[in-house]
């Protein structure tokens, strides 16, 4: 009896897919690559914005992220600072390695002293600065994808999120992202991460609470144009020998970036500012 309702069932849905005549199993696999190759696309809501910048600015404000818009990236140190300076925080940053990373200009701050930390995140990282893969203009959502050059922990252990974004990677809509994405990768990333706004929750009393289960701050650098510098090196930087960072695969290095005076670390990377920064950050 137990049999015959099975069968009856596996019957049914054979026929809702319209596989009642019985289908190979390769024209099963045909069928599911041609799908996932060229998924359908539902109704999508109409964006009147033509300017997909704006949009993503507009809806990203409104959920309480920040978002500055610059020409270029050689403005992007001093919007950093700036940040730095307004909440009190640190010089010191853990960051991504990206290629846009790579190529911020920092001698443009001096004489400030940043130092940045090529790792993923730990508990007592104040600020993360990571690229994003892409952007939503319909939501204000950034999308960051996990990889050995972008930990997932820079996205949510910081209490600060700074993220640099070119406009030309802000897409209409999440359909167009998972396009984005399936061009872009052979086999997806770890983790895809979707982000709007700063982290918040209502769960308890109703009442709203920033920073719950992630940055309490997220400020977006938005960049106009930017094309790769050539050179890995730029004018103020030096790179410190990367490490392994014990019980991880992550590679990590220190850079020290200053315009008066380069300084390479001989040793693993440690925290390292400068004596006014200690006072004013605190222990």
Known sequence: MAGDARSSILSR???????????????VHDILEKRLSSPPIGIQPAMPEKDLARRFVRMLEAVSGAVVRVPDLESAPSVIVQHLDEYELPYELVAA??????DIPW??????????????A???????????FSAIAETGTLVLVSGERTPTTLNFLPEDHIVILTEDRIVPYMEDVWKKIRATF????????????????????QTMRIGAHGPRRLTVILVAHWTRSSQRGLAGIADAPSVTHPGSDVRIGTRKISRRKSIRK????????????????GP
């Open 97 to 102: 390695r990206e290629p846009i990373i790579e």
């Open 186 to 205: 052979t086999s997806p990333p770890r983790a895809i991460n979707f982000i709007t706004g700063p982290s918040r929750t209502a769960d308890i009393e």
């Open 107 to 120: 001698s443009k701050v001096a004489p400030k002293e940043i130092t940045l930390h090529h790792r993923a």
């Open 266 to 281: 001989a040793n693993s990377p440690c925290k390292k500012v400068s004596e006014s920064n200690k006072r004013r950050s």
């Open 13 to 27: 849905i054979r026929a809702g897919l319209g596989r009642d005549g019985g289908v190979s199993p390769r024209s």
């Open 122 to 132: 730990m508990r007592a990282d104040r600020v993360s600065l990571t690229g994003a």
